[in-house]
């Protein structure tokens, strides 16, 4: 799972006034699902009618499953599931003519969920990897690093993967951050600790557990930008790749969501939306279905 900044919402832990979305509260706070798509998303100025042949089976709604956990992506703001990925889903769905019903799940439940037919797209920061194509397709729609972050007043220097040798590194399950401190782990020794979402793998570098977290770099940004003083960026972001919406292979909507997206492209709408949540520097021009370059 990288850059945003809509207003925060708070909560106190430890006595601080943090803000939700850098995840120094429970995870209790996030709710287990919502049907209702962001009311703040730029409209599309094209038409509603599909620019592909959308399968009749979606023609009301497509159940779209986001791990909200990781701003400025997808997060819960006031009860809503909100962000960039919500803007854009949401965008896409006006433009095949459906509607985009959400749903809040743990990241590594989503293409199981997907493989069981319970989602119809995965819309949650994925980076868009050969391994996972072999389960689900991608349409690709942004550029992503990684990048690190760490408690404001830690003189530790992380840079690359590498600089994790003889550390504690806070990581979300099932995410590519994961997967590359397990590997770097591999080769020297380093504690990868995972946790369900983003929120508590803050938590476990606020509190000390953790001596750097690991995150998509916009997504490090992001959480370092709301941190009110508490967290800092470390080391340059690395590893870029593409994040794909994932859908199930043979469903039919590869195809549609592709063109969807170059209709965004072509009419403003996708720079509007990434502009308003301060990531356009993550923009693509050619988005692909399964794009992965590793």
Not at 8 to 20: M, Q, T
Not at 91 to 109: C, E, I, S, V
Not at 118 to 130: L, N, Q, R, V
Request: net charge negative.
């Amino acid at each position: 799972m990288p850059k945003m900044r809509p207003s925060r919402f708070a909560l106190v832990f430890a006595g601080l006034l943090i803000p939700a979305a850098v995840g120094a509260g429970c995870s209790s706070s996030k709710p287990a699902s919502s049907s209702t798509t962001s009311s703040s998303a730029p409209a599309s100025s094209s038409s509603s009618t599909p620019s592909a042949t959308l399968p009749a089976k979606y023609a009301t709604s497509i159940n779209v499953a986001l791990d909200a956990s990781y701003p400025p992506d997808e997060f819960v703001q006031n009860g809503q599931i909100v962000g960039f990925d919500v803007d854009l889903i949401d965008a896409l769905a006006q433009q095949m003519g459906t509607h985009a019903k959400l749903t809040n799940a743990t990241f590594a439940g989503i293409i199981p969920g997907l493989l069981s037919g319970k989602f119809d797209i995965g819309d949650s920061s994925f980076t868009d990897s050969k391994a996972r194509e072999q389960q689900v397709d991608f349409v690709t729609y942004f550029s992503s690093g990684e990048g690190f972050y760490e408690n404001a007043n830690s003189s530790a220097t992380f840079d690359g993967l590498a600089s994790l040798c003889g550390h504690t590194v806070s990581v979300e399950s099932g995410t590519t951050e994961e997967t590359d401190a397990k590997a770097q782990a591999g080769k020297c020794h380093v504690t990868v600790l995972t946790f369900n979402d983003q929120n508590q793998a803050n938590l476990a570098v606020s509190t000390g557990r953790a001596q750097v977290g690991f995150a998509d770099s916009q997504v490090a940004g992001y959480i370092v930008k709301q941190s009110n003083g508490q967290f800092k960026l470390v080391g340059q972001p690395f590893g870029t790749a593409p994040y794909g919406l994932a859908v199930p292979k043979n469903s039919g909507l590869a195809q549609p969501l592709l063109a969807g997206l170059q209709k965004l492209m072509s009419d403003g709408t996708y720079t509007q939306i990434l502009t308003k949540w301060g990531v356009q520097t993550g923009a693509i021009t050619n988005p692909q279905i399964n794009g992965a370059t590793s």
